[in-house]
């Protein structure tokens, strides 16, 4: 059966993070035992596994960010319209990188990502918050369902140190905060990161404009010294 298809329909009866972690754990349990299994007797090829090792990772990450916004949302208000989906609310966009974005996960990978909202704003409520902490909210929310490790595992390792400033930087970015970053601050090894970045979950316009917008940045039409060495450092050392 479709793994997709599945979740969303078990996700549905989950009323509380309790039930839905349970939820996506069994479901990532038993279509990984059956990976296993056709790897152990070779009824599968290693492309074939790792491509649906990578299906089932977005399956979870697609389907654990449709669960979570609605439960902000009753508490916080709901986003204020999207510029690039007329009528719709603002909502996240999760990009894959690594092995993820390469559709080369294994058994044992974890995913990396990078999540990325709109614009600046206030959500639409009686208790409304910035776009920026509703975002950075549902951000802990969706790393929370996949990646706690309790009684019934965890469904999958997500690390989010690719995003802009590292572990110093908000786990969410705004799309203009984050062109910003990587116009003034973006270094070598992350352009060569982005060559396998995609589009996986959530708004995939702004994703797609994100990485449109970046397009000129990945691929350079000329090398800098700081290319050259490896680290966008260099550049601000020689410029001191």
């Not at 294994?106 to 704003?121: C, W």
Request: with cysteine.
């Amino acid at each position: 059966s479709d793994p997709e298809l599945r979740l969303r329909t078990l996700l549905a009866t989950c009323d509380d993070d309790v039930s839905a972690m349970k939820v996506l754990r069994d479901w990532r349990n038993w279509y990984q035992c059956w990976m296993i299994l056709c790897d152990i007797n070779r009824l599968t090829t290693t492309q074939e596994t790792t491509a649906a090792c990578t299906q089932l990772a977005e399956a979870a990450v697609r389907m654990a960010l449709q669960w979570a916004p609605p439960r902000l949302e009753k508490r916080f208000g709901v986003p204020q319209e999207c510029p690039y989906q007329p009528g719709q609310p603002q909502s996240l966009s999760v990009i894959a990188m690594g092995k993820m974005g390469a559709r080369e996960l294994n058994l044992s990978s974890d995913i990396d990502l990078i999540l990325a909202y709109p614009t600046e704003g206030d959500t639409q409520g009686d208790k409304a918050i910035s776009h920026s902490d509703f975002f950075i909210r549902l951000g802990q929310h969706l790393v929370r369902l996949l990646d706690t490790l309790n009684g019934d595992g965890f469904v999958f390792r997500v690390d989010l140190r690719l995003r802009p400033e590292g572990r110093q930087g908000r786990i969410v970015v705004g799309l203009e905060a984050a062109l910003h970053y990587y116009d003034v601050l973006g270094r070598t090894w992350e352009r060569q990161a982005y060559v396998k970045a995609r589009v996986i979950a959530g708004d995939a316009d702004l994703g797609g404009e994100l990485l449109r917008q970046l397009e000129s940045w990945i691929y350079r039409r000329y090398l800098s010294a700081a290319d050259i060495a490896g680290d966008g450092r260099v550049a601000r050392d020689l410029r001191g």
